[in-house]
């Protein structure tokens, strides 16, 4: 199955920054069919940028799955702080319906799309037209993290993101005491 990727950029950034991945855009075909399948991340006016980052694209009988990460800390927050950190989508023939990990296919336990849409992938990626399945194992194989290696079924002990509940700051300052305060 080729599947056809396509990003824009944009959002909010810090000057002298490149803007970050806006909207994300994958299109495939059925295999066996001739039904083209559209998914997109799109733009969170929330979050300055796309909700997801793709992970992989997996067919069961005819119904197509899709393993997406959440964008960052704001977006992990958004989506219900999801441990494993992943969010699942099953295509019920018309529209992307998001799954719990339960009902995601245990047939499915790789990563099996470039991960990595660093500047130097993407230019390469463009060159090859198609990037060879073996391509695409080698450059994940290089990622550190153990949730793009496979797609992990038990929570992790580690999310990244802190948990803010209360406090503006990831962790509340305390008020200093009459005895701490320098003049």
Known sequence: MVITRSQTYGG??????PPPIKEHTVTFTL?????????TSEYGEDLGRTNFHLLAVHVLSGTP???????????????????????????DGT???RIPLEAFPTE????NV????????????????????????KWNSQLPQPEYKTILREPMEDTYCPER????????????TTGDVKN
């Open 65 to 91: 799955y899709i393993v997406a990460e959440p964008n960052l800390c704001l977006s992990y927050n958004k989506w219900g702080r999801p441990n494993p950190p992943y969010v699942f989508f099953k295509y």
């Open 95 to 97: 529209a992307w319906q």
């Open 114 to 137: 470039v991960l990595g849409l660093s500047r130097q992938f993407v230019d390469a990626m463009v060159k090859q037209s198609v990037v060879p399945v073996e391509q695409v194992q």
């Open 31 to 39: 295999p066996n069919t001739d039904k083209a399948i559209r998914w």
């Open 165 to 176: 509940k209360s406090f503006k700051a990831p962790f509340p300052i305390p008020q200093p």
């Open 108 to 111: 499915f336990i790789t990563t």
């Open 12 to 17: 909010r950034h810090e000057i002298g920054q």
